[in-house]
């Protein structure tokens, strides 16, 4: 069955270090990937997205990698602040997937002071 | 004012009782969705559309029926309210196009409870 997969533990990181989330997938074919950020009680905000034929995609300090190979995409936010503290869901768009997006459950990220 | 407006904000409710979740959008844009989430299950799909006169089921729209009264309005109901259906749920647009679905722009959410 089609799944996405990402950490529901809690990450905890310091102020200005660089936080890494992860997306895994199976059994999808994705054309395109995104992420996004909800705060609680909030509807997500869409933050980034990426094609199945890029590696990389940049935004402020914002990156986020997608390996088609090994069926995984990261996420890192550098510099990270307190303001960053959030959960952030990953959400898949699959090629022939009826024009609509599955997500994942979310990983929270806190950062700390 | 948001541009993706979902009322009512919060709702409680009882077993068997009829509900609606309105949602209306000034993006102008032809694609409107309503997911439901849960702890632990992340965000599912009910139903969506793509204009007015095409409507398609998610992965879990027992239970639920929508109408698409015009571009910028879609609408959630509940025929008989059953306390499994206590979730935030939310309504969403996109400008998507083709095959792509594309960013979506979610409302703020409307938590039901069902007693």
């Known amino acids: 069955s089609q799944k996405i997969e990402q950490n529901s533990e809690a990450l905890n990181i310091q102020e200005g270090k660089t936080a890494t989330l992860t997306c895994n997938y199976t059994n999808y074919s994705p054309a395109y990937l995104q992420w996004y950020r909800q705060d609680p009680g909030r509807g997500p905000v869409f933050l980034l997205l990426i094609r199945e034929n890029e590696k990389e995609k940049r935004k402020e300090r914002l990156k986020v990698t997608f390996d088609t190979t090994l069926k995984q995409s990261l996420f890192h936010i550098t510099a990270s602040q307190p303001a960053d503290s959030a959960t952030y869901l990953c959400a898949l768009d699959r090629t022939g997937g009826g024009n609509k997006l599955t997500f994942g459950t979310g990983t929270q990220l806190k950062v700390e002071l | 004012d948001a541009d993706v407006t979902q009322t009512p904000r919060n709702r409680i409710t009882k077993t068997g009782k009829r509900i609606m979740l309105e949602c209306s959008q000034t993006?102008?844009?032809?694609?409107m969705y309503w997911y439901r989430q849960d702890p632990g299950l992340g965000l599912r799909l009910i139903y969506y559309s793509f204009d007015v006169k095409d409507i398609n089921k998610g992965e879990i729209s027992d239970g639920y029926s929508v109408s698409r009264q015009a571009q910028a309005k879609f609408s959630l109901s509940l025929e008989s309210a059953i306390p499994n259906q206590t979730a935030l749920y939310f309504c969403?647009?996109?400008?998507?196009?083709?095959?792509?679905?594309?960013?979506?722009?979610f409302g703020e959410g409307s938590r039901l409870t069902v007693l």
């Open positions: 993006k102008g844009h032809d694609r």
């Open positions: 969403a647009t996109s400008d998507g196009w083709g095959g792509v679905t594309g960013e979506l722009f």
